[in-house]
């Protein structure tokens, strides 16, 4: 049990954690991975090797520690948390595993004298809170999917009824369900986790579902990332009627219901859950607006369908900026990048919207800056991370 003298170590903690929290999860991440080997498709190993995900675990413990004796205030990470575990599969055996490393990796990198009996102690008590914490939500998210129309729980086998090429770089799978059964509704803007087993390695990956939900398929678009394993892998080789197991949908990134007036924003292949939002806001009669980021026309997925869908509805209006725009493009409203003065020319009058921004990590950071500055609240501002959740300052 976590006491008040636990909360006052691990809260005395916080200046070590924020001096050399990344390098502590980085030893940890190390550690994991060379004596459990089992948890290692659970982790993208590229976000291992940037070092991105040392970082968000680093973060993840510096706020857990910092708001150990109020973790309301922790906000919306621990559903992102959880959300991300769900979409993996993340079960309750799995924590152990975890608290163990993390444990000896306080003790080896702080050293014996500063990560004395009594700090190991009371981190262990807190880790236990966390991890209590975590399976609680996490089984209740399970059950919830598993007992909905159309869910499951664990791994279901779908069928890739259609492959379609969209961009240079993003190529759609049209998924479903192998046994015919009905199929579990989504959020727009949430994903779903994919399990492969490549040359004998089991790997686990996020994607964005890039379509409404309609009952019959789920549709992923990925782009091909040039060291993407998975990636490189469902362009190359996934084909027409093979099968892929599929995780069911999670994340707490979605559109929200309102009624002011919405924006979407985004850059590069962030595009992709954006696409679910933006039909399901255009089957009611709420203006939106979006806007999109990328090099070139080539690299433009999706231009002909947003364009049709503003054909059908007056109330959306779209904007495209090219950054690298070639001669033979079909013409975009700006080249260059997204700057302040173009996004100030493309929004409505009204600074009350609600605004959803996806995109690589420097773009992510521009728009919440730039929204910022042209009046558009921080709480009807919204956003999502591919990877690793990282900091937006």
């Not at 791994?155 to 199929?183: C, H, M």
Request: glycine share 8%; hydrophobic share 40%.
């Amino acid at each position: 049990m976590l006491s008040a003298e636990h909360r006052a170590i691990v809260k005395a903690t916080v200046p070590l954690l924020e001096s050399g929290g990344e390098a502590l999860t980085t030893h940890f991440y190390e550690l994991l991975m060379t004596e459990h080997p089992e948890v290692r498709p659970y982790f993208n190993q590229a976000h291992q090797a940037s070092g991105a995900q040392p970082r968000a675990l680093a973060n993840g413990v510096l706020m857990y520690a910092k708001h150990i004796d109020q973790l309301d205030q922790l906000g919306g990470l621990v559903s992102q948390i959880v959300n991300k575990h769900v979409a993996l599969n993340i079960l309750p055996e799995h924590y152990p595993l975890v608290g163990a490393c993390l444990l000896r990796s306080i003790r080896e990198v702080l050293g014996a004298e500063v990560a004395t009996d009594a700090v190991i102690e009371a981190w262990a008590a807190a880790y236990g809170q966390l991890a209590d914490l975590l399976i609680g939500l996490e089984e209740s998210m399970y059950a919830e999917r598993e007992n909905a129309p159309g869910g499951w729980r664990g791994t279901r086998l779908f069928r890739v009824a259609r492959k379609v090429v969209e961009s240079d770089e993003i190529t759609s799978f049209y998924l479903r369900p192998d046994d015919g059964g009905e199929l579990l509704a989504f959020h727009p803007g949430q994903y779903i986790g994919v399990r492969l087993v490549l040359d004998g390695e089991e790997l686990r990956r996020n994607y964005s579902l890039s379509a409404a939900a309609n009952g019959r398929e789920y549709r992923i678009s990925v782009k091909r990332e040039a060291n993407g394993r998975v990636s490189n892998h469902l362009h190359a080789n996934l084909k027409e009627n093979d099968s892929i197991e599929l995780l069911a949908p999670a994340g707490d990134f979605k559109l929200e219901p309102g009624d002011k007036p919405l924006v979407l924003i985004t850059g590069g292949v962030g595009i992709t859950p954006a696409l679910a939002m933006l039909e399901a806001a255009l089957s009611t009669e709420r203006h939106v607006y979006f806007i999109h980021a990328t090099r070139h026309g080539g690299v433009h997925a999706f231009r002909d369908f947003v364009d049709a869908q503003a054909e059908k509805h007056p109330q959306l209006k779209r904007f495209y900026c090219y950054s690298e725009s070639r001669a033979d493009d079909a013409p975009a409203h700006g080249t260059g990048y997204l700057d302040e003065a173009r996004l100030a020319k493309w929004l409505p009058q009204t600074r009350d919207v609600d605004a959803y921004f996806l995109g690589p990590l420097p773009f992510m950071k521009a728009m919440k800056r730039t929204l910022k500055a042209l009046g558009v609240p921080e709480t009807q501002t919204r956003h999502e991370f591919f990877g690793p959740a990282a900091a937006l300052e």
